[in-house]
């Protein structure tokens, strides 16, 4: 079990933390953005699907370049490891939105909670871009280490 701590948080771990920051600032920067100053910021739950669909798009390129060249050192060319990570950004953004959504609505809404003079549903829309970000950031490492990048065993 130690072993396998210590190869699960080695420098591979770290550098995909640096990445994540910047792809964070990239990603939910423009999601927070089209979200609260376009008209999604009308349509509610659809609203925050379509700006965290485009950010994760956008930030996701910026992720892909980053984390294959610079934290997994991945040579591999062509277009498998393309979709394998699509496969998992796809699946790792499904998880943690169908779960971010509406356990961020319930608990809003149940205890009527809103913040910064937003309506609940606002608050509730913008927590749960949070939450979702959380879920997707411990899925996504996950796939993109044992899935999407995954090291070549030597023969």
């Known amino acids: 079990m130690k072993s396998f701590l210590a190869k699960f948080f080695d420098i ?31 349509m509610g739950d659809p609203g925050v699907f379509i700006a965290s669909a485009v950010g994760y798009v956008i930030g996701s390129i910026v992720s892909y370049l980053l984390n294959k060249h610079f934290t997994f050192k991945n040579t591999e060319k062509g277009w498998k490891p393309i979709f394998r990570f699509a496969l998992n950004i796809a699946v790792c953004w499904v998880i ?11 608990v809003c ?17 913008n927590l749960s871009m949070i939450v979702g970000s959380c879920l997707f950031v411990a899925c996504n490492y996950v796939g993109q280490r044992f899935f999407a990048f995954k090291e070549k065993e030597e023969k």
């Open 12 to 42: 591979k771990f770290w550098k995909f933390i640096l990445v994540g920051i910047i792809n964070t600032l990239v990603g939910n920067g423009l999601q927070f953005l089209l979200f609260n100053f376009t008209p999604l910021n009308t």
């Open 109 to 125: 809404t149940a205890n009527n909670f809103s913040m910064f003079s937003w309506s609940v549903q606002t608050t509730s829309a």
């Open 96 to 106: 943690a939105y169908v779960i971010a959504v509406p356990l961020t609505s319930w």
